[in-house]
């Protein structure tokens, strides 16, 4: 049961122009969205994320939408350069309760996209 | 600052053999989680640790058991390796344990493959 999807394994862009990376999520009670981005031989960077309390969050070149009636979030990064060609994933986290009741916060990851800026 | 370490980087062992993973959080940081990454899919959740102790667990065999430290640091144990078992497994850190908006930061991983 994939609850969080990324559904394009690659995407090729343009240096200088836009890259649009998409998440789809199945489970409502989500509440703490994500993006990572990772290079080959190291571990997942956080980029920037989101509440649910909120449907946008920017930081320098990196924005995040969050649309909750259609359980999608995107990321976009404006200008794309070539340094930023990566692997990117997306994470979705929510109130999860263990068997004493105690809360914990899990990370669901999509399959990540494949990023190439090409200069 | 330090960010989350982890040793050895790379380890090769055969089946039925065991393993020890080790994990050192960003400073401050009192809740360390685990994550196992295969080829081609994303992180899958293992454990949570806060304060000592096992908060969640994921979907995985008995055969996983972590522990963590009163410095915070942390260990995960697999035992009677499988080949299945072959894949990146990271640690993670994160200022509190919940779900209340704070990111966690991650290491560089042990790439583990079972021969």
């Known amino acids: 049961d994939q609850q969080v999807k990324q559904n394009s394994p690659s995407l090729s862009v343009q240096e200088g122009r836009i890259s649009i990376l998409n998440c789809d999520y199945t489970n409502s009670m989500f509440d703490y969205f994500l993006w990572y981005k990772k290079y080959p031989a190291e571990g997942p960077t956080f980029l920037i994320s989101?509440?649910?309390?909120?449907d946008k969050n920017e930081d320098g070149r990196f924005t995040v939408f969050l649309n909750k009636s259609a359980k999608h979030l995107s990321l976009h990064i404006v200008p794309s350069q070539p340094g930023d060609s990566a692997v990117y994933f997306c994470a979705a986290s929510g109130s999860s309760f263990n068997a004493g009741g105690t809360s914990y916060g899990k990370l669901t990851f999509g399959q990540g996209t494949i990023l190439t800026v090409h200069p | 600052d330090a960010g989350v370490t982890q040793s050895p980087t790379h380890l090769i062992k055969t089946r039925g053999q065991h393993v020890t993973l080790r994990c050192s959080p960003i400073?401050?940081?009192?809740?360390v989680s685990w994550y196992q990454q295969v080829l081609g899919q994303g992180p899958q959740f293992i454990f949570q640790?806060?304060?000592?102790?096992?908060?969640g667990r994921g979907n995985f065999p008995d055969r996983f058991s972590a522990r963590q430290f009163p410095n915070y640091s942390s260990e995960l144990n697999v035992n009677a390796l499988l080949l299945g078992d072959s894949a990146l497994y990271l640690c993670a850190s994160s200022l509190n344990v919940g779900w209340e908006f704070k990111p966690q930061h991650f290491g560089d991983g042990t790439r583990l493959s079972i021969l």
């Open positions: 400073s401050g940081h009192k809740s």
């Open positions: 989101i509440s649910s309390i909120k």
């Open positions: 640790y806060y304060e000592k102790e096992e908060r």
